[in-house]
């Protein structure tokens, strides 16, 4: 939650004027009591009204980063943020996943159809996730993380190290070039059994 609120923040400092006003208006739209924080019944209020009454009562609470059972202009924004970019929940356990998740490759790629995401813990669950897929129909096996994902839809799994592999550097960095390489094939290995 800590780089969502970072990010909202560099947004709102790099915003224009105008930008900077509406994320204010925004603010105040939700504080209706005009106090300079939202408390639980307003932002209860504001789910209802935007339709989004379906969000967990916890989720306020992982706002509320001071804990003082309001949220202040910042916290507001943080969750501005992350309902216009980061809407996504996962399918089995129904979190808001805000860091690090796991997305079924086929579904992402199928236009027609949403995402089925996971947050790290029902991914590595598989006994839950086969139980749920079971219940909601989906038979895809392949996934891969949010930033696999988006670094595989570029073209690779990532940029090298060079320090790695840079040639010489003794018996000690062969060893390690050599454990690198056999990573590589493994994890690459590992991908294309799944998607078989």
């Known amino acids: 939650m800590d780089e969502l609120r970072q990010a909202a923040s560099a947004y709102y400092n790099n915003g224009s004027p105008e930008i900077q006003q509406l994320a204010w208006s925004f603010f105040q739209s939700m504080d209706t009591n005009c106090?300079?924080?939202?408390?639980?019944?307003?932002?209860?209020?504001?789910?209802?009204?935007?339709?989004?009454?379906?969000?967990?009562?916890?989720?306020?609470?992982?706002?509320?980063?001071?804990?003082?059972?309001?949220?202040?202009f910042m916290e507001v924004l943080t969750f501005y943020y992350i309902i216009k970019t980061r809407s996504f929940w996962c399918s089995v356990c129904g979190i808001c996943l805000t860091g690090l998740y796991f997305t079924c490759v086929e579904c992402f790629d199928n236009v027609n159809s949403n995402t089925y995401d996971?947050?790290?813990?029902?991914?590595?669950?598989?006994?839950?996730?086969?139980?749920?897929?079971?219940?909601?129909?989906?038979?895809?096996?392949?996934?891969?993380?949010?930033?696999?994902?988006?670094?595989?839809?570029?073209?690779?799994?990532?940029?090298?190290?060079?320090?790695?592999?840079?040639?010489?550097?003794?018996?000690?960095?062969?060893?390690?070039?050599?454990?690198?390489n056999a990573l590589d094939t493994a994890v690459?290995?590992?991908?294309?059994c799944s998607i078989m």
């Open 35 to 72: 106090d300079g924080q939202v408390d639980w019944n307003e932002f209860s209020a504001f789910l209802y009204q935007s339709g989004n009454q379906w969000i967990s009562p916890s989720f306020f609470n992982d706002l509320d980063r001071n804990h003082d059972g309001a949220l202040d």
């Open 118 to 180: 996971l947050c790290p813990g029902c991914y590595e669950s598989k006994p839950e996730r086969q139980k749920y897929n079971r219940q909601s129909d989906h038979h895809h096996a392949y996934f891969m993380d949010n930033h696999m994902l988006l670094r595989s839809k570029r073209g690779g799994y990532g940029s090298s190290n060079l320090a790695i592999d840079s040639p010489g550097g003794g018996p000690g960095r062969t060893r390690m070039r050599q454990t690198m």
């Open 188 to 192: 690459n290995v590992a991908t294309l």
